[in-house]
Nanobody
């Protein structure tokens, strides 16, 4: 069993930065590929970014590529999402997820564990 806890969300103005963290407990994070998803009000949850177990293969959805940076520290069993140049459209609840596989997927149903989410609100 893996417990995931997100933190780092908040209310910021457009153009600001935030760093989200996803801390794991229960098992070593190095066994899992990790992803971030987000859900805006009234919309379905969508894929944001993912990183494989080794940390060498990272993918971003088009809307955040170049602004967000995903990284992981297996020693600290934490995954980070650095979000720069935030936009109002980035407003959502952000969730981290873990999949017990070598590589990630954009299909949320494939993920084994989820955090409770952290709210990010970007004002214009």
């Amino acid at each position: 069993q893996v417990q995931l806890v997100e933190s780092g969300g908040g209310l910021v103005q457009a153009g600001a930065s935030l760093r989200l963290s996803c801390a794991a407990s229960g098992r070593t994070l190095s066994s899992y590929s990790m992803a971030w998803f987000r859900q805006a009000p009234g919309k379905e949850r969508e894929f944001v970014a993912a990183i494989d177990r080794s940390g060498s293969i990272i993918y971003y959805t088009d809307s955040v590529r170049g602004r967000f940076t995903l990284s992981r520290d297996n020693a600290k069993i934490t995954v980070y999402l650095q979000m720069n140049t935030l936009r109002p459209k980035d407003t959502a609840v952000y969730y981290c997820a873990a999949i017990g596989a070598t590589i990630w997927t954009m299909t949320e149903q494939s993920y084994d564990y989820w955090g409770q989410g952290t709210q990010v609100t970007v004002s214009s």
